[in-house]
């Protein structure tokens, strides 16, 4: 056992950790949907092709290089930042006033007159956004015991889903009443917020409170780097492959699941309330089941379950795309689609958290969660120029066929029970 999996994390009591993961999670999602699902909402309604809406989602990149930024979140501190905050706080303030910038900046641009700059800004907002999620990562892992994290990824999850409901069901409203700039304006103005109150709210984890070293940076990264090269080492290939390849259904359904509705014809209200408030409903609900499943099954068994839905949603997609502009078909699509996803993010992220548990758990769990976005996130560029030269319902049966390696290599992971001392501290 790493000495660091040996800290006493009691400093703060559970409900103040799951409460302060909450808010993490919360300022997590936010702009996630901001630099894609939204964004190509606004792309589409310019008039952008999906070929092009294909290649900004490469802005989501970011979230898949992280890990070059989490080693020098492990060995700095930031200063004065640093020793009045703490160095996870710290990272975390820095990166969200970041983030607030970079949506600022998205304000004042328009895709149909100057899109390059608004690129740009959504590459900045990416960029700061991925950091602030490596720096949180690392905060929940150092923060709680191991038999806590399945309790912490649930409240991050709802967390996450609530900002879901905000930047893109509120990000809806506020575009139909004032406009793509006033919704982006206010979305900058709510990370401000989101910012402010990790300061005055969020605890400390252990890792704060010990001295602050001043190291050359050869020697500051040499130890996460050598704790990185003994996470490979001694992580089955089988399951680094599972994590790069299990979210790609969900990643490939995205990118063209927006466009998808405004050329079916939904009206921003009507895409605000299927797909956000009641989708966001519905996938709070999946975060609680799959927090509530890995209490009682095993992690494998959660993991291809997830699997599985996730993939099956695909298909869903591919229906509503026949069937026209059909309100049923879409709530049923949003609906099963929400739940699916949110169990399958919560076993994977939990799968992932037991593998970062180290001293430097920021730089473990930056490479895990990497490695799980990159394939997808890639594949994803070239998403548009595949839906726009086959259409959209050989497009998503394709995609639906892309669940089946992950599936493959989940039923080759190490069957294990669920920790017993999860159930006692539900």
């Not at 970011?62 to 200063?79: N, Q, R, T, V």
């Not at 720096?135 to 923060?143: F, K, L, P």
């Amino acid at each position: 056992m790493s000495e660091m999996s040996q800290v006493d994390r009691g400093g703060a009591s559970i409900g103040l950790k799951r409460i302060a993961s909450g808010v993490l999670g919360y300022a997590s999602g936010l702009p996630f949907l901001l630099v894609l699902g939204t964004f190509a909402f606004w792309l589409r309604e310019a008039g952008v092709s999906l070929a092009v809406i294909g290649l900004l989602s490469w802005a989501s990149i970011a979230y898949s290089l992280k890990f070059l930024i989490a080693p020098f979140m492990d060995a700095y501190s930031l200063g004065p930042l640093g020793r009045m905050l703490g160095r996870r706080r710290a990272w975390i303030f820095l990166m969200q006033s970041g983030v607030a910038v970079g949506l600022a900046l998205m304000a004042f641009g328009d895709p149909a007159t100057s899109l390059p700059l608004i690129a740009a800004a959504c590459f900045v907002t990416a960029a700061c956004a991925a950091s602030q999620d490596a720096a949180i990562d690392g905060w929940r892992v150092e923060v709680a015991r191991a038999e806590e994290q399945g309790l912490l990824v649930a409240a991050y999850q709802l967390g996450y889903r609530l900002a879901l409901l905000t930047a893109g069901a509120g990000a809806l409203y506020l575009a139909e009443g004032f406009g793509w700039k006033g919704a982006y304006a206010a979305m900058a103005s709510i990370m401000v917020s989101v910012a402010i109150l990790t300061i005055v709210f969020i605890p400390k984890t252990p890792r704060d409170d010990e001295p602050h070293e001043t190291k050359t940076a050869a020697d500051a990264l040499r130890d996460p780097v050598k704790d990185l090269i003994a996470l490979v080492a001694t992580t089955p290939l089988a399951a680094l492959l599972m994590i790069g390849l299990y979210r790609a259904p969900d990643q490939l359904a995205n990118v063209m699941s927006a466009p998808l509705y405004t050329d079916l014809g939904f009206t921003k209200p009507e895409i605000a309330n299927v797909t956000k408030v009641f989708g966001v409903i519905l996938s709070i609900a999946g975060a609680f089941l799959g927090g509530f499943m890995l209490t009682r099954m095993s992690l494998k068994t959660v993991l291809v379950i997830g699997i599985i839905a996730s993939s099956a949603t695909n298909l869903l997609y591919g229906a509503l795309a026949t069937a026209g502009k059909s309100l049923p078909w879409l709530t049923a699509t949003i609906g099963f689609d929400n739940v699916a996803s949110a169990v399958a993010g919560t076993a994977l992220i939990a799968f992932m958290s037991k593998l970062a548990a180290s001293e430097f758990s920021a730089t473990r769990y930056a490479v895990l969660s990497s490695i799980y976005a990159l394939p997808g996130h890639l594949l994803a560029g070239g998403s548009g120029f595949l839906a726009q030269a086959i259409g959209y319902v050989p497009y998503f049966a394709l995609t639906f066929l892309s669940g089946l390696p992950a599936l493959v290599l989940c039923l080759m992971l190490k069957d294990e029970k669920p920790d017993a001392r999860a159930k006692s501290a539900e």
